[in-house]
């Protein structure tokens, strides 16, 4: 049959500006109505800007047909404020007032996947073009999703404030520190790299983040310099990874996934590049794990969770916290520091607050030899 004829249609993207500046709603706040058809498919536009040039459609004409396809969906009423307004009564009327996702993104990211299929079927994209925008087109991320969170490590500092301290909240931000101590040790080995979220839920939410991994010691001087993180961050699905090579960067990654729906806070992997120069493999018996060439496990990653950061609390005396930890054997931090040089501890702590509306933070940063540490204490 013949192909809709929008497609055959070059049309306005329904905006007067030469150039747009994204509306984001606050938190709480429903998705304003608009006309902008580039408003509307908001975080997905890339997505549509990919296929249109990979179909030869005008960007603009594209977006109309996602609209469109979400009308025939059934789902119009979505992609306005008042559909937003509906879906927070009803969550406020169950008691259930926790993050959602926006009635208007999820209309669109289905209707972006009809579009994509039905540029298929017309033949104006083959299946190459299919496969290549397969990661950029996925919600989810199979592999992810089936990971079961660890529970919370010992090692975690908590409570981070006690119930029963009612100082100055600037007191308590500015008691935060960074000592040097020795390297939490698993059975697996080392424990090299963590970061981790812990949030007190009675207000003035004081929430405490901890971010620790090894640099190189020549490395030091400029970490400390600036304000860089510690971490290089990679978005990426969970199956890619071994091949995200970054020679460039630092040891220790923060692994993104691509606007997968998750609960799962980021996690800690190490820098594929550096495990490939060392004549690793990856190893499928662990996450992110990487295997000597004799089949020895070098390097795991951990994800763990306990509870949910951002919900409420009853009692308002919970600190639910995530995080996650990249473990190292012996060996492995051996073979790292013949190739990569001596290897230093960085630690960066936050603490932060709201207090009458006023935000509060302190950091602390500390490096230290963690042999040095490790022997004689």
């Not at 994509?116 to 083959?126: C, K, N, Q, S």
Request: proline share 7%; net charge negative; charged share 25%.
């Amino acid at each position: 049959t013949t192909a809709p004829a929008i497609y055959r249609l070059s049309l306005p993207p329904n905006s007067g500006r030469l150039t747009r500046r994204r509306v984001v709603p606050q938190v709480g706040e429903p998705v304003r109505d608009t006309q902008d058809v580039f408003e509307i498919v908001g975080a997905f536009e890339d997505e549509v800007r990919e296929l249109a040039g990979s179909a030869g459609v005008d960007a603009a004409t594209l977006a109309h047909r996602v609209i469109q396809v979400a009308g025939e969906l059934g789902l119009r009423e979505r992609l306005g404020e008042a559909g937003e307004r509906a879906v927070q009564a009803s969550l406020k009327s169950a008691y259930l007032e926790y993050p959602y996702v926006r009635p208007r993104s999820a209309a669109v990211r289905l209707a972006v996947g009809y579009v994509a299929a039905e540029l298929l079927d017309f033949g104006l994209i083959d299946a190459a073009v299919v496969a290549g925008l397969e990661t950029q087109l996925r919600s989810t991320d199979g592999a992810f999703d089936a990971l079961g969170p660890e529970k919370a490590p010992t090692w975690l500092p908590r409570p981070i404030r006690g119930r029963d301290e009612h100082g100055p909240i600037d007191d308590w931000a500015r008691l935060v520190r960074s000592d040097p101590r020795t390297l939490p040790v698993t059975r697996f080995g080392l424990v090299v790299a963590e970061t981790s979220t812990v949030r007190s839920l009675d207000w003035p939410r004081p929430t405490e983040r901890r971010r620790r991994t090894l640099v190189p010691a020549g490395e030091a001087g400029a970490l400390a310099a600036s304000e860089d993180q510690l971490f290089g961050s990679i978005v990426l699905p969970l199956i890619d990874y071994p091949r995200a090579f970054d020679p460039d960067g630092p040891l220790v990654f923060r692994t993104f996934t691509m606007r997968f729906q998750s609960t799962k806070a980021p996690w800690l992997t190490i820098n594929s590049a550096a495990a490939a120069t060392l004549g690793w493999h990856p190893d499928a018996t662990n996450l992110c794990g990487w295997a000597s060439r004799d089949g020895e496990p070098r390097i795991k990653s951990t994800i763990w969770m306990d509870g949910l950061i951002e919900a409420p609390s009853p009692e308002l005396d919970d600190q639910p916290a995530r995080g996650s930890f990249l473990e190292a054997t012996t060996e492995a931090i051996d073979e790292l520091e013949a190739t990569f040089g001596r290897l230093l501890v960085v630690e960066s702590v936050d603490r932060e607050a709201s207090e009458d509306g006023r935000a509060v933070s302190q950091n602390a940063r500390r490096f230290w030899d963690w042999r040095d540490y490790q022997v004689n204490h």
